[in-house]
């Protein structure tokens, strides 16, 4: 037989080295398919066994015939597994083995081969099991340039592997002798001097080797000579002659094999984290740590439990008849084992989330740390905010559907609009415009990009990325190319030091990443793209310039009305959604400009908050032709937005109603708005003197016309309407002004445009479906 042996390997250059007790160690550096994965087992193996050949020397015949006695279902001996009071007991066993040395050894690498073992083992089994033979490996486990670099780490540990290996073999023969603790401890004490994440690869990697060994051989049986003279010599029954009786086996093997190889894995996790955000002394990592020589001890006794499993099969031939406690073992084993890896995740989960906060808390403080420092350009400001590292293009280019690098925008003034998923589409029809206009200027160093910078605060489902998908395929700037990119810490400083709450807002950045303007919104809105480049003080510079006038209120994006200001007509915007009174409000204005003999325009401009009824009002007056009115309800929605940007830009600035008139015009329209009824304003092409009044006090001065008609023939329409408008006013009154809830930059006080005190602050919760 053993002649026969050595026959069928020198045509294939193979060597076997025969060690007590017929085990048998395979090594090879055969180049064919079939066996190519076996170069990963060699490395453990093969110069120790060049080394330690013995000669074959069978055991005494009655300790042969004990050993290879048929196993009965039923009557396998198992070892009395540890109650719960033996718990203590075993623990200071284990941790009286414990004497690590200090060497560091990398095992990763190890882990790797062990899984690539593990991963063709388990197929090539379960081909067996299903009839299936194939001399070609179907996937090679790494490069043979990859498998020299473990070398160097496998040189000083294939011995202790190989002692393992032994140890597994001898001790695990025929149901583990009985004494599955003691031969884990044995492991243990081979293991001393290593940490607990070594101790456990090690000896995952020694019942890899005999695992892989039994996997060969078994895949190879019935195909080559080799293979069925050593199964032969161990005696091993015939897989595919028993495939039925042993499929329950060989799946609670694999599932135990992989529930030890998830808490390795695991284990080795703990090994990975960075010191320098989590002590090994403290709390959460230290509580962790203390579950790791029971995970180790588990570990490494389930081996022993793989390795018994595995040896029961050597010896018994083809009368072999399993026993269904094998399995079930197994599986219960399998079942302890993924709780103590279950436990182990909600650990590394709690450390993990410790890192997370520490790094995410040292990235925020560098973050506040960058906007105080001068820079020569904004691409380190642009990778803080958006993304740091450089093996992704963080962005997504509206107008060519394609990804681009922080590098499209390097010394830029760049607009980084920051919104949650609600940003309206009037929002960004209007914004698209002003970008296009400033993408038309012969010179660059005019213009600007846009970044949308998207934020929500219950984070990212499968909605919200839909959501945002769609939402940026309608912008034509920049955004970023997924919210990930976005990390937790900078959301924390654009809502904490950009008070960021979920209203839209533009933060502007000059070509060296300095915040220019905390929310460039307002200044855009009102002065369009003239505000370029965007900074405060371009924004007091255009204020200072400014006096209350149509000119302001109106800016040029409606033509028509520019034209009438040119041409020096009586101009009266009007608002509100009571038709009825628009209806009296118009006829009234109308008579006075005929018995007066002016050219009079009247200008519907909405209402404030209610898009949908000022599109029907204004599809009411252009029905019955009341006055002119827009057909776009987007500019509806500009008009009042760019008078609450009036507003809040004073309010950046520190002004108040006392000391500004602007902002107390502005504030009175606002608060005429929100009445019942309608509001009007009546001024003289481009000139400054502005009237205005309530719904009701208007149209009740306009039926009035002949009490002021002679002031009007002396001083002008607007001077004679404004005076009467002042000497009428009841002190009877009750106004309302309606603002958006911000989380800053909201007046704390505000002064009442009809009486001058201060108005009573309410907090209003809205629902309006129109």
């Known amino acids: 037989m053993i002649m026969s042996v050595f026959a069928s390997t020198r045509p294939n250059g193979l060597l076997l080295c025969f060690r007590p007790q017929l085990q048998v160690r395979i090594c090879t550096f055969i180049g064919t398919q079939a066996l190519r994965f076996s170069l990963i087992l060699t490395h453990f193996t093969h110069q120790r066994l060049m080394d330690s050949v013995a000669p074959l020397i069978p055991p005494p015949l009655a300790v042969a015939r004990k050993q290879l006695r048929p196993q009965k279902s039923g009557d396998r001996s198992t070892a009395r597994p540890f109650s719960a009071s033996d718990d203590s007991a075993m623990m200071k066993q284990i941790q009286a083995t414990h004497a690590p040395d200090g060497r560091t050894v990398d095992v990763g690498p190890i882990l790797s081969i062990i899984e690539g073992i593990f991963s063709h083992a388990a197929p090539s089994i379960d081909d067996v099991l299903n009839g299936k033979h194939d001399r070609a490996d179907r996937a090679l486990m790494e490069e043979e340039a990859a498998h020299a670099a473990y070398d160097g780490i496998l040189e000083h540990l294939a011995s202790t592997i190989h002692r393992i290996s032994c140890e597994l073999s001898c001790k695990c023969t025929s149901g583990g002798g009985g004494d599955a603790h003691g031969t884990t401890m044995a492991i243990f004490n081979l293991l001393s001097a290593y940490s607990w994440d070594v101790k456990v690869v090690l000896a995952l990697a020694a019942f890899a080797v005999n695992y892989g060994e039994f996997s060969l051989i078994a895949n190879l049986y019935t195909t080559n000579v080799l293979a069925k003279s050593v199964s032969i010599l161990k005696q091993l029954p015939d897989i595919l002659e028993h495939s039925t009786s042993l499929k329950p086996q060989f799946d609670a093997l694999h599932n135990l094999i992989a529930a030890m190889v998830n808490v390795t894995k695991c284990i080795l996790q703990f090994r990975d984290l960075p010191p ?88 925020y403080h560098n973050l506040l740390r960058l906007f105080d420092t001068y820079h020569v350009d904004n691409m380190k400001v642009l990778k803080a905010l958006i993304y740091a590292k450089d093996d992704i293009l963080p962005l997504y280019n509206g107008s060519t559907k394609t990804r681009v690098g922080l590098e499209a925008l390097r010394k830029r003034t760049v607009l980084l609009l920051i919104s949650d998923l609600g940003i309206t589409h009037d929002d960004i029809f209007v914004l698209e415009e002003l970008y296009a206009d400033s993408r038309e200027r012969k010179d660059t160093a005019m213009q600007y990009d846009i970044v949308w910078l998207p934020m929500v605060a219950e984070g990212w489902n499968g909605a919200n990325v839909e959501r945002f998908v769609q939402l940026r395929g309608v912008m034509p700037w920049h955004s970023v190319h997924h919210p990930s990119v976005i990390e937790p810490y900078v959301a924390k400083f654009i809502r904490e030091v950009w008070h960021f709450a979920n209203r839209t807002v533009l933060v502007a950045l000059d070509p060296q990443g300095k915040v220019a303007s905390l929310n460039a919104m307002y200044m855009i809105w009102i002065w369009r793209n003239s505000a370029f480049p965007f900074t405060k003080e371009r924004e007091e510079d255009l204020w200072n310039g400014e006096v209350w006038r149509l000119e302001l209120i109106v800016d040029g994006f409606d033509p028509k009305i520019v034209q009438w200001m040119a041409d020096g007509k009586y101009i009266c915007l009007y608002g509100g959604d009571d038709i009825e009174w628009i209806r009296s409000f118009t006829a009234a204005a109308k008579n006075v400009a005929k018995e007066a003999g002016i050219a009079l325009e009247l200008a519907y401009m909405g209402k404030n908050n209610a898009k949908e009824r000022a599109r029907r009002t204004a599809q009411a007056i252009v029905a019955e032709k009341l006055s002119y009115t827009w057909d776009n309800p987007t500019l509806f929605w500009y008009f009042w937005t760019r008078l609450e940007s009036m507003l809040y830009s004073k309010l950046q600035h520190g002004k108040s109603t006392e000391n500004d008139q602007i902002m107390q015009e502005v504030m009175t329209v606002l608060s005429y708005d929100g009445s019942d009824k309608g509001w009007a304003i009546f001024c003289l092409g481009m000139a400054p003197g502005i009237a205005r009044a309530k719904g009701d006090a208007a149209l009740e001065s306009l039926r009035n016309y002949p009490k002021w008609e002679a002031a009007a023939r002396r001083d002008g329409i607007v001077p004679a309407l404004k005076g009467h408008l002042e000497e009428t006013h009841s002190p009877h009154h009750c106004s309302r002004l309606i603002l958006p809830g911000l989380a800053a930059g909201a007046p704390e006080s505000v002064i009442c445009a009809e009486c001058g005190r201060p108005m009573e602050r309410f907090i209003m919760y809205r629902c309006c479906i129109e």
């Open 276 to 363: 320098q955000y989590i002590a090994a002394e403290a709390p959460p990592l230290s509580t962790a740590m203390t579950y790791i020589p029971t995970a180790a001890y588990w570990t490494i006794r389930s081996i022993v439990a793989c390795a018994s499993q595995v040896a029961s099969l050597v010896g018994l031939g083809h009368e072999y008849m399993p026993s269904g406690t094998e399995a079930w073992e197994l599986s219960s084993m399998a079942y302890k084992v993924n709780n103590i890896h279950d436990h182990l995740m909600t650990q590394l989960t709690h450390c993990k989330r410790h890192i997370d906060d520490k790094m995410h808390a040292e990235a």
